[in-house]
Nanobody
Framework: QVQLAESGGGLVQAGGSLRLSCAAF????????MGWFRQVPGKAREFVAG????????YYRDSVKGRFTISRDNTKNTVHLQMNSLKPEDTAVFYC????????????????WGQGTQVTVSS
């Protein structure tokens, strides 16, 4: 089993940056695909970025490509999401998720979730 805890959210002005971190607790962290999702009230949770368990290949939704970077450190059981050039439409609760079957675009692919961290981007 894996337990996840996000941190690093907050309030930032448009154009600014934030770095989200996800601490994973569990012996099999390195074998899990990891993903970041976000959700705003009244909307479905959406995929933001994913990273696989092997060579660390990364994947992004189109709207964050070139602005967000996902990375993982298996020695520290952490996953990060560096967010640059933030826009008001990035405002959401961001969730870290772990998958035993590799990363995926659908939230149903993931087995473990963190509690979420709020990101608010002001205009």
């Amino acid at each position: 089993q894996v337990q996840l805890a996000e941190s690093g959210g907050g309030l930032v002005q448009a154009g600014g940056s934030l770095r989200l971190s996800c601490a994973a607790f569990g012996r099999t962290f390195s074998s899990h695909g990891m993903g970041w999702f976000r959700q705003v009230p009244g909307k479905a949770r959406e995929f933001v970025a994913g990273i696989n368990s092997g060579v660390g290949s990364t994947y992004y939704r189109d709207s964050v490509k070139g602005r967000f970077t996902i990375s993982r450190d298996n020695t520290k059981n952490t996953v990060h999401l560096q967010m640059n050039s933030l826009k008001p439409e990035d405002t959401a609760v961001f969730y870290c998720a772990a998958s035993t079957t590799g990363w995926g675009l659908s939230s149903s692919r993931y087995d473990y979730w963190g509690q979420g961290t709020q990101v608010t981007v002001s205009s």
